[in-house]
Antibody, heavy 126, light 107 residues
Framework: QVQLQESGPGLLQPSETLSLTCSVS????????WSWIRQPPGKGLEWIGD???????NYNPSLKSRVAISVDSSKRQFSLKLSSVTAADTAVYFC????????????????????WGQGTTVSVSS | DIQMTQSPSSLSASVGDRVTITCRAS??????LAWYQQKPGKAPKLLIY???TLQSGAPSRFSGRGSGTQFTLTISSLQPEDVATYSC?????????FGLGTKVEIK
């Protein structure tokens, strides 16, 4: 059973850069898209962006100017960087597994986000 | 970007009741619609994908219907363990967008 685990600092000051890593265990990072999602306190889920294991990315336009997602397949990890944070970036940040792309057939298998990490709380405060 | 509107935002029902939650997309998303269950302090859990396909391990009392812009999630017989927030998500193309969620409580 694939498992995901987020890690990174829980407290940031305004204008700093948020950096989180998601480690993939008991499964392959290859051939999948990997997402970051966040949830501010008492609010709904917001998709931040995703990355294919080869490195191609998609970002939410509302955050695109501040977001960078990268992958290290050798370590089975993918990472999130969000620059110039403010209090509005305070949230629980989740990583999750998305679509499967079969490079041999060119078929994309989409079924939502089927595996999630437990989430990590990030607070932005001076 | 496509917006996802869920209703109601909350509901209270009795054990054994049939419960239906609606999700409306601002544009046609075909059947690229997923439903998630989230219990307090926990990560969301995939319940249904492709509008109506039950994720492995999800109870059969959950079902999904719809296409295009109108979708529903139904719990055929509400159980105490179903107390949670349910969110829809469209995934036809990026950016993926979630509904704001429906909080389900027991009366």
């Amino acid at each position: 059973q694939v498992q995901l685990q987020e890690s990174g600092p829980g407290l940031l000051q305004p204008s700093e850069t948020l950096s989180l890593t998601c480690s993939v265990s008991n499964g392959s990072i290859s051939s999948y898209y990997w997402s970051w999602i966040r949830q501010p306190p008492g609010k709904g889920l917001e998709w931040i962006g995703d990355i294919y294991y080869s490195g191609s990315t998609n970002y939410n336009p509302s955050l695109k100017s501040r977001v960078a997602i990268s992958v290290d397949s050798s370590k089975r990890q993918f990472s999130l960087k969000l620059s110039s944070v403010t209090a509005a970036d305070t949230a629980v940040y989740f990583c999750a597994r998305g679509a499967y792309y079969d490079i041999m057939t060119g078929n994309l298998y989409q079924y939502g986000l089927d595996v999630w990490g437990q989430g990590t709380t990030v607070s932005v405060s001076s | 970007d496509i917006q996802m509107t869920q209703s109601p935002s909350s509901l209270s029902a009795s054990v054994g009741d049939r419960v239906t939650i609606t999700c409306r997309a601002s544009q046609d998303i075909s059947n690229f619609l997923a439903w998630y269950q989230q219990k307090p302090g926990k990560a969301p859990k995939l319940l249904i994908y492709a509008t109506s396909t039950l994720q492995s391990g999800a109870p059969s009392r959950f079902s999904g219907r719809g296409s295009g812009t109108q979708f529903t999630l139904t719990i055929s017989s509400l159980q105490p363990e179903d107390v949670a927030t349910y969110s829809c998500q469209k995934y036809n193309r990026a950016p993926w967008t979630f509904g704001l969620g429906t909080k389900v409580e027991i009366k």
